[in-house]
């Protein structure tokens, strides 16, 4: 059961981070009250949260899930440090420690080291299991780095490649693993077409996500509830079909800027 989450408000160039997406820039306004409405769902789950300040030095720093894994269910409670892979995003690190210390140990919080690279939204827990994306944003030092501190606290890890380039991909790569994929509980990924074939996720049950709604694979499960992407009715109703309650957000400034739900929260 998670308890807690740190979450960050979008600062006012929020619309100045890094995008791929081509939607546009976002609605600040809208953004905000977007923000606020995901807020009050983490506190429907249950959970208590630590809002951090907008910190305009820092315009993609309301995706704080980026710059920290936080592990804790097998092993011994800990909170390990990314070195993101844009090196702009590097600075949100500092404030994300300093919040995650009133909760960690220090002895408890380790650090992705150069030449590694890594990002949160590469990371998916399944259970005891991690699966960690190779991407744009975490390379292989990055990954096998976090492999051996997730062996040292009893859990086991696999990677998966999600690059343009790699001899896996049958489509155009990925941003992060997690906007592809997300563990739902009862040994059941969300995972879209791309990815659905992959030998990586073969002892899992999978809930496909059709290409026209894959931006509602990033969905999330917080106790009770999974949390969905407003606009993907099909996905959302097979997901209640199976048992599941869902919380349904407008998510659309978030999308603009190559966000998903997932990665507006630290959860822990």
């Known amino acids: 059961m998670f308890t807690r989450a740190i979450v960050r408000r979008p600062a006012a160039n929020f619309?100045?981070?890094?995008?791929?997406?081509?939607?546009?820039?976002?609605?600040?306004?809208?953004?905000?009250?977007?923000?606020?409405?995901?807020?009050?769902?983490?506190?429907?789950?249950g959970l208590t949260l630590t809002r951090l300040p907008a910190d305009p030095e820092c315009p993609d720093s309301t995706f704080v899930e980026d710059?920290?894994?936080?592990?804790?269910?097998?092993g011994s409670p800990a909170a390990i440090l990314t070195r993101p892979g844009a090196v702009s995003r590097r600075d949100e690190v500092a404030s994300v420690r300093r919040a995650l210390e009133d909760f960690f140990p220090g002895s408890d919080i380790l650090a992705i080291e150069s030449p590694g690279t890594l990002d949160g939204g590469d990371i998916c827990e399944a259970g005891n299991h991690f699966f960690i994306g190779i991407s744009e944003r975490t390379n292989e030092s990055g990954a096998c780095q976090l492999v051996r501190f997730l062996g040292t606290l009893g859990y086991m890890a696999s990677l998966v490649d999600i690059r343009s380039n790699s001899e896996r991909m049958s489509a155009?790569?990925?941003?992060?693993?997690?906007?592809?994929?997300?563990?739902?509980?009862?040994?059941?990924?969300?995972?879209?077409?791309?990815?659905?074939?992959?030998?990586?996720?073969?002892?899992?049950?999978?809930?496909?996500?059709?290409?026209?709604?894959?931006?509602?694979?990033?969905?999330?499960?917080?106790?009770?509830?999974?949390?969905?992407?407003?606009?993907?009715?099909?996905?959302?109703?097979?997901?209640?079909?199976?048992?599941?309650?869902?919380?349904?957000?407008?998510?659309?400034?978030?999308?603009?800027?190559?966000g998903g739900l997932s990665c507006l929260s630290l959860r822990f």
């Open 15 to 45: 619309s100045e981070g890094l995008t791929t997406a081509g939607l546009g820039a976002p609605d600040y306004e809208l953004a905000l009250r977007q923000h606020e409405a995901y807020c009050r769902a983490l506190e429907q789950c």
């Open 67 to 74: 710059v920290a894994v936080l592990v804790g269910a097998a």
């Open 172 to 258: 155009p790569g990925i941003l992060h693993l997690k906007s592809a994929l997300a563990h739902i509980g009862e040994n059941r990924l969300a995972v879209t077409e791309t990815l659905a074939g992959r030998a990586e996720f073969r002892d899992y049950e999978l809930i496909t996500v059709g290409r026209e709604e894959e931006y509602a694979a990033n969905c999330v499960r917080i106790n009770d509830y999974v949390l969905v992407a407003a606009g993907y009715p099909v996905f959302q109703s097979r997901l209640q079909d199976l048992g599941y309650q869902t919380i349904s957000l407008e998510m659309s400034e978030f999308q603009k800027m190559d």
